[in-house]
């Protein structure tokens, strides 16, 4: 079964605190993203990144970076940590290539990540 | 900017009853309708899409439709059961070079037994 796995289900850190998420895909997808989801705001897409060593900025990338140093892997991070950080994370990926329906998300399990 | 809106946002039906979602979009060059499903604690999980040249598409208990003219696509469950219960988000996707998807604010469905 293919699978995108985030790393943590769970994680509490303090303000301040340089955060990483991982984010891990097993399919060979090209495209790689995060989002956010907080209640009354839907989905809200931080980076993603098309390629290796390649990322764009999303609609909220203020307070955050990414790596994707391999194909596989997207990294998000929040360099200094703040409780408006505090969200449900959730990484996708998509394969990318004509026709549309590579363009349909395969989602993780997402990380609840709590800033205090 | 382009936007998807989606209704209701929250949705109460009898076990067994029907259910439709109905979502608009604003972007005329979106060619590409996935629906996505998150059980509580959990990833969205795309169940059904349809292309723009296509009007309707069904998996068993769940079928999409689109108007293209109106800019609406739907989301219908039949026979819905306890574990339909979900919230359910639509998309639409527009493909110029790269691609971008926009997001409905997402439909709470509950099925009561």
């Known amino acids: 079964d293919v699978k995108v796995t985030q790393s943590s289900r769970y994680l509490v850190k303090r303000t301040g605190e340089k955060v990483f998420l991982e984010c891990v895909q097993d399919?060979?997808?090209?495209?790689m993203f995060w989002y956010r989801q907080d209640p009354g705001l839907g989905l809200r897409l931080i980076y993603f990144?098309?390629?290796?060593?390649?990322?764009e900025k999303g609609d909220i990338p203020e307070g955050y970076s990414v790596s994707r140093e391999k194909k596989e892997r997207f990294s998000l991070i929040l360099e200094s940590a703040s409780t408006n950080q505090t969200s449900m994370y959730l990484c996708?990926?998509?394969?990318?290539?004509?026709?549309?329906?590579?363009?349909?998300?395969?989602f993780g399990s997402g990380t609840r990540l709590t800033v205090v | 900017g382009e936007n998807v809106e989606q209704h209701p946002s929250t949705l109460s039906v009898q076990e067994g009853d029907s259910a439709v979602i109905k979502c608009t979009y604003s972007?005329?060059?979106?060619?590409?309708f996935p629906w996505y499903k998150q059980e509580l604690g959990k990833g969205p999980q795309l169940i059904i899409d349809?292309?723009?040249?296509?009007g309707e598409k069904k998996d068993q208990r769940i079928a999409v439709t689109l108007n293209k003219t109106a800019k609406h696509f739907s989301l219908h469950i039949t026979e819905t059961q306890p574990e339909d219960s979900a919230v359910y988000f639509c998309?639409?996707?527009?493909?110029?070079?790269?691609?971008?998807?926009?997001f409905g604010a997402g439909t709470r469905l509950f099925v009561k037994a």
């Open positions: 399919m060979d997808h090209e495209n």
């Open positions: 996708a990926s998509t394969k990318g290539k004509a026709p549309p329906e590579s363009y349909g998300y395969t």
């Open positions: 349809i292309r723009s040249n296509v």
């Open positions: 990144s098309y390629d290796v060593k390649m990322k």
């Open positions: 998309a639409a996707v527009t493909y110029t070079g790269g691609f971008k998807t926009i």
């Open positions: 972007d005329s060059a979106s060619n590409y």
